[in-house]
T-cell receptor, first 115, second 113 residues
Framework: EAQVTQNPRYLITVTGKKLTVTCSQN?????MSWYRQDPGLGLRQIYY???????DKGDVPEGYKVSRKEKRNFPLILESPSPNQTSLYFC??????????????FGNGTRLTVT | AQSVTQLDSHVSVSEGTPVLLRCNYS??????LFWYVQHPNKGLQLLLK??????LVKGINGFEAEFKKSETSFHLTKPSAHMSDAAEYFC???????????FGAGTRLFVKA
């Protein structure tokens, strides 16, 4: 089954403890992206990747890192999480990096709480 | 700056009545426009997309949207609401180049029995 898989689904952590949220897609998509969803703000783009080893900042990249060493994986790294990063996170992918004609395929989300 | 505005944060309709969810985007040539739906505790599912082939776009579950360039709008409609339509709806725009995807703030649809 074609899908985007995020892990974990729920995560509670403490301020400053490094964490990684994994994202994997099995559709051979070139474009992958991370979003955070907060009430009243919709989804905001954190980082995106157009292909292996090609990443760029979205609208809210502060406090996050990403890497794209393989086409299928696009982990989101919080080196020193803070409470304002408590949010619902979504990973998404689509076949081609440009033009934006294809819709995004979303994972089921990761709900992160930082205390 | 490029932006997407969903004009209503909440919409409440009775079952069987029409649904209208409004979306305006900042003007640019060659936008790709999408509507996604998010049911509680679920990921986002594509409802429909506009990519310049036709201005009236039909989607899943009886939804459709009309692209109006002169009004920079892409409103979502459905003739008759069903209880299962209760969810949050997002209008999404990708501009030429397509590297950034811009989401509206969302409209929560309530359907009363």
């Amino acid at each position: 089954e074609a899908q985007v898989t995020q892990n974990p689904r729920y995560l509670i952590t403490v301020t400053g403890k490094k964490l990684t949220v994994t994202c994997s897609q099995n559709m051979n998509h070139e474009y992958m992206s991370w979003y955070r969803q907060d009430p009243g703000l919709g989804l905001r783009q954190i980082y995106y990747s157009m292909n292996v080893e090609v990443t760029d900042k979205g609208d809210v990249p502060e406090g996050y890192k990403v890497s794209r060493k393989e086409k299928r994986n696009f982990p989101l790294i919080l080196e020193s999480p803070s409470p304002n990063q408590t949010s619902l996170y979504f990973c998404a992918s689509r076949p081609e990096p440009g033009q934006g004609l294809s819709p995004l395929h979303f994972g089921n989300g990761t709900r992160l709480t930082v205390t | 700056a490029q932006s997407v505005t969903q004009l209503d944060s909440h919409v409440s309709v009775s079952e069987g009545t029409p649904v209208l969810l409004r979306c305006n985007y900042s003007s640019s040539y060659s936008p790709s426009l999408f509507w996604y739906v998010q049911h509680p505790n679920k990921g986002l599912q594509l409802l429909l997309k506009y990519t310049s082939a036709a201005t009236l776009v039909k989607g899943i579950n009886g939804f459709e949207a009309e692209f109006k360039k002169s009004e920079t709008s892409f409103h979502l409609t459905k003739p008759s609401a069903h209880m299962s339509d209760a969810a949050e709806y997002f209008c999404v725009v990708t501009y030429t180049g397509g590297f950034k995807t811009i989401f509206g703030a969302g409209t929560r649809l309530f359907v009363k029995a």
